[in-house]
């Protein structure tokens, strides 16, 4: 009986660990592919080429995606409540995004992500959030994973990566970067990913800072971009 019982926990374990990979793949359909968040800009402005881009994710795994990642933790401390506490966690993260396209960007791909896991799930919390309007990217993956009651670190290590392989993704379609060398930034950068994850858990909201210029000014020159490939 006791391996009969040790075999249905570990198949549910397993069944939990690919729920989780499928809400952190990057061609989740709520239209995380169609936004580049600045990167479109620096390549067009020729401040981005292929040898560029591992160290901008690194930078950016410990400035902007940090800062997001504590958010994303935060939210899903906030799960075991109502999804009315996102509220105020929802506005300060709008005041940080300057640049209005990431800015609705993010809103955009949260509102959509919550709206995608209530299909998935019957969780209340998880259908009374999907009917809360505009939320930031991080705070629904966080909340809804919290509700889903997944651990707090692998929430956040899989937003961060669903970030980065989008990141990549945009890079290729915007530069001469093979399938072999994106793969291969995508696995160098684990341990980038892995010390952001633990970083957040050390930071709150209130001490969590970011300065990250390049992408945030290149979100506000997208608009007039005179031919554009994203959104953002």
Same mark, same amino acid.
Request: glycine share 6%.
């Given at each position: 009986?006791?391996?009969?019982?040790?075999?249905?926990?570990?198949?549910?374990?397993?069944?939990?660990?690919?729920?989780?990979?499928?809400?952190?793949?990057?061609?989740?359909? %709520?239209?995380? *592919?169609?936004?580049?968040?600045?990167?479109?800009?620096?390549?067009?402005?020729?401040?981005?080429? #292929? $040898?560029?881009?591992?160290?901008?994710?690194?930078?950016? /795994?410990?400035?902007?995606? *940090?800062?997001?990642? #504590?958010?994303?933790?935060?939210?899903?401390? *906030?799960?075991?409540?109502?999804?009315?506490?996102?509220?105020?966690?929802?506005?300060? /993260?709008?005041?940080?995004?300057?640049?209005? $396209?990431?800015? $609705?960007?993010? /809103?955009?791909?949260?509102?959509?992500?919550?709206?995608? #896991?209530?299909?998935?799930?019957?969780?209340?919390?998880?259908?009374?959030?999907?009917?809360?309007? $505009? %939320?930031?990217?991080?705070?629904?993956?966080?909340?809804?994973?919290?509700?889903?009651?997944?651990?707090?670190?692998?929430?956040?290590?899989?937003?961060?990566?669903?970030?980065?392989?989008?990141?990549?993704?945009?890079?290729?379609? *915007?530069?001469?970067?093979?399938?072999?060398?994106?793969?291969?930034?995508?696995?160098?950068?684990?341990?980038?990913?892995?010390?952001?994850?633990?970083?957040?858990?050390?930071?709150?909201?209130?001490?969590?800072?970011?300065?990250?210029?390049?992408?945030?000014?290149?979100?506000?020159?997208?608009?007039?971009?005179?031919?554009?490939?994203? %959104?953002?």
């Amino acid at each position: 009986m006791a391996d009969e019982t040790k075999e249905v926990i570990c198949k549910s374990r397993l069944s939990r660990h690919l729920q989780l990979l499928q809400l952190a793949d990057s061609a989740l359909p %709520i239209g995380g *592919l169609a936004h580049s968040f600045g990167l479109e800009s620096m390549i067009e402005d020729r401040f981005m080429g #292929v $040898e560029d881009l591992f160290p901008y994710l690194e930078n950016l /795994l410990s400035e902007s995606l *940090l800062l997001e990642a #504590v958010y994303c933790r935060t939210a899903h401390c *906030l799960s075991t409540g109502e999804c009315v506490a996102l509220e105020d966690l929802n506005s300060r /993260l709008s005041a940080l995004r300057c640049a209005r $396209e990431a800015r $609705e960007a993010s /809103l955009a791909l949260g509102k959509r992500f919550l709206k995608l #896991v209530a299909s998935l799930d019957p969780s209340p919390r998880i259908q009374q959030a999907a009917v809360f309007g $505009e %939320i930031h990217f991080s705070i629904a993956f966080g909340y809804a994973c919290g509700v889903l009651t997944f651990q707090a670190d692998e929430t956040v290590a899989a937003f961060l990566h669903q970030n980065v392989a989008a990141s990549i993704s945009a890079a290729q379609r *915007l530069l001469a970067l093979g399938q072999m060398q994106s793969s291969r930034i995508g696995w160098d950068l684990k341990p980038a990913i892995g010390e952001a994850v633990n970083r957040s858990a050390a930071l709150d909201i209130e001490s969590v800072s970011a300065f990250s210029h390049l992408p945030e000014l290149a979100s506000m020159r997208h608009p007039f971009l005179s031919t554009r490939l994203f %959104i953002s």
